[in-house]
């Protein structure tokens, strides 16, 4: 496996694979891997050449988020990386990614406007313009996103249409915790209490997947029994809960065909995302 920090020897590399005809494979991630990484990189293999990006984007951060604390470990990252087999990580600094002056931005619309996106403002052209800058240095054939991330899935989806991206964006089913919660990065924050309090998003969702099979169609009630799984769990702060369309993020009224089920919640000083997709049968 080798370690690459400039875009112009990734590049040059990637083309050069690609002219003697291997398929490539690209895992965007942030770093400090658990298994939903890996899940991804293993998934990934299904092409000649695995490449890794861990980059901790700022631009995806906003104010008063947590880009200094986020975690990192590179020695670690590496080892874990290059034990699923891995043949490649980018790793650029940030000055390689955003050199000044950094003028340009990818901007999509709608599918950016609920969920995360109303809370986080900027998030979104964040990973949209930096996933953009990946796909030109690394131009891989297949990109990797695990469904835990539903709405940067969709968002990246209607990017790739919109811009004639020549890229399949491959989705990755969440990896979760034995007590389901979805594992994330950001798990290392959560002292033990808050810890066990993170299941309340799995559990919330599991209420409402068995309200949907019991033969729940409005939203409303989803939405009101999310709620009340949360008001049992005190370390917990609901920031939303959304029942929307798959590929537009729109808000649904009346449940039909597949369906998002997505939370967001503050547990101590984490913010946590999870959600479930449903297939409503009439
Ligand atoms: P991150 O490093 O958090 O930006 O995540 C990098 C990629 O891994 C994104 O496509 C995430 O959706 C995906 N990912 C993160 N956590 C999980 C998980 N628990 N299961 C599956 N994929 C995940």
Redesign the pocket.
């Known amino acids: 496996m080798i370690v690459v920090e400039q875009a112009g020897d990734m590049q040059a590399r990637i083309g050069q694979l690609k002219r003697d005809g291997w398929s490539v494979g690209l895992?965007?991630?942030?770093?400090?891997?658990?298994?939903?990484?890996l899940?991804?990189m293993r998934a990934a293999r299904e092409n000649d050449v695995v490449v890794v990006s861990l980059f901790v984007n700022p631009a995806q951060f906003g104010p008063g988020e947590d880009l200094a604390a986020y975690p990192r470990d590179l020695e670690r990252d590496l080892k874990m990386a290059e034990s699923v087999g891995v043949d490649i990580v980018f790793h650029p600094a940030p000055e390689e990614m955003y050199p000044e002056p950094f003028l340009t931005h990818v901007d999509v619309e709608r599918v950016t406007a609920g969920l995360c996106g109303r809370s986080r403002p900027g998030h979104f052209r964040g990973v949209t313009t930096v996933v953009t800058k990946l796909l030109h240095i690394i131009p891989a054939d297949r990109a990797?996103?695990?469904?835990?991330?539903a709405q940067?899935?969709a968002v990246i989806r209607q990017m790739v249409r919109d811009l004639n991206m020549d890229i399949e964006v491959v989705a990755?089913?969440?990896?979760?915790e034995p007590d389901g919660l979805?594992?994330?990065?950001?798990n290392a924050y959560l002292g033990d209490a808050e810890r066990r309090a993170a299941t309340v998003l799995h559990r919330s969702l599991r209420e409402a997947e068995r309200l949907v099979e019991s033969g729940e169609r409005r939203a409303t009630e989803i939405e009101a029994a999310v709620h009340t799984v949360f008001k049992d769990e005190p370390l917990a702060q609901l920031e939303y809960i959304e029942v929307c369309d798959n590929i537009g993020m729109q808000p649904i009224a009346q449940l039909e065909g597949t369906i998002l089920v997505a939370v967001a919640a503050k547990i101590g000083g984490s913010r946590l995302i999870d959600n479930v997709l449903l297939k409503v049968e009439d």
């Open positions: 895992v965007p991630t942030m770093g400090f891997f658990h298994e939903g990484h899940s991804l990797y996103f695990g469904q835990k991330d940067q899935l990755c089913p969440i990896i979760r979805a594992m994330s990065s950001r």
